[in-house]
């Protein structure tokens, strides 16, 4: 059974972060989900500080705070002129630091950091579960990451086409009376909420190279978005499959393994797509010489 649930946990996480990602891949923003990691850790500090526990819902909720912030001040500086990766690098470089300087003035005595309040490991989550009435429902990771999906599925479903448009020209956007910042900002928010609610359970390692790969991989393979959509939901799922069994075999990290296999997908796709592949070009460019 733990099995089961280890790998429906990783296929949600692959799920949550696979949709919003492909939205980030477009808009040449995929390193978000990894400035969201680190900048998180102010909040986990405030949250402790204002709570005065270690319960992980004051912690979540302080994190997602911090996320959201992340994500506006990385608009403000880009809108401001700064380069969208200049502006990633130095929001969460600042916040990071911030969170040190924090839990070094209150938290000295106190085991408090990323890897004890957020950075999980997917291999304990069949026995952190949740228990309603006194009756065992399941690993609170499935139902927190399954929220997450639900919500990124019900409201990208509810707004395809204004995403849509927003991610390939924002200009066009905003000319039909599309409002690009809104949609900007409701898109971060799925971001920031996904990865928040995904790090306490299977850590940033997973979180992150799903928000990434998988939806690379569906890139270099269709040029429609709902097409990249889905395969990247698909190559996301299949890699959490495929890194279990691999991490048992190997007895190795199981967070690891899963974007090991989500990587080695990325590299058939680098090589063998139909259309971006490089064994393809290649052999069209030789059938055009002879």
């Known amino acids: 059974m733990s099995t ?5 946990t990783g296929a949600l996480v692959a799920s949550a972060c696979g ?17 969201i990691s680190h900048s998180v850790l102010p909040g986990i500090v405030i949250a402790f500080l204002i709570s005065g526990s270690r319960d992980s819902l004051f912690m979540l909720l302080g994190a997602a705070a911090i996320g959201l912030i992340t994500v506006f001040l990385i608009q403000l500086f880009h809108q401001s002129g700064v ?25 000295r005595n106190i085991d408090l950091d990323l890897d004890c309040v957020l950075y999980g490991e ?7 579960t949740l228990h309603v009435a006194g009756m065992d ?18 409201v990208i479903s509810a707004f395809y086409k204004q995403f849509k448009i927003c991610s390939f020209d924002p200009a066009m956007a905003a000319a039909a009376g599309i409002p690009v910042a809104l949609f900007h900002y409701l898109l971060m928010g799925l971001v920031s909420v996904s990865t928040v609610a995904s790090f306490e359970s299977v850590g940033a390692i997973l979180v992150v190279g799903m928000l990434v790969v998988p939806p690379a991989t569906a890139y270099l393979l269709t040029e429609r978005l709902s097409r990249m959509i889905l395969l990247s939901v698909a190559i996301g799922c299949l890699s959490s499959v495929a890194g279990y069994f691999a991490a048992r ?12 296999a989500a990587g080695g997908f990325f590299l058939i ?3 063998f797509s139909p259309t971006h592949g490089v064994v393809f070009r290649k052999w069209h460019q030789r059938r055009l010489v002879k």
């Not at 949709?19 to 400035?35: E, N, S």
């Not at 997917?122 to 952190?128: D, R």
């Not at 429902?137 to 019900?154: D, E, F, H, T, Y």
């Open 269 to 271: 796709a680098l090589l």
């Open 83 to 107: 380069q969208s990766d200049a502006s990633i690098g130095v929001v969460f470089t600042a916040l990071f630091a911030v969170g040190v300087v924090l839990i070094s003035m209150y938290t």
């Open 4 to 8: 089961l649930w280890i790998i429906l």
């Open 122 to 128: 997917i291999a304990y989550v069949p026995w952190n």
């Open 137 to 154: 429902i399941g690993p609170k990771a499935v139902w927190g990451v399954g929220m997450a999906l639900l919500l990124c599925v019900v």
């Open 19 to 35: 949709i919003v990602g492909c939205f980030l891949v477009l808009r040449k923003m995929a390193m978000i989900g990894d400035a």
């Open 249 to 260: 075999v190997l007895d190795a990290s199981i967070a690891g393994s899963m974007i090991c």
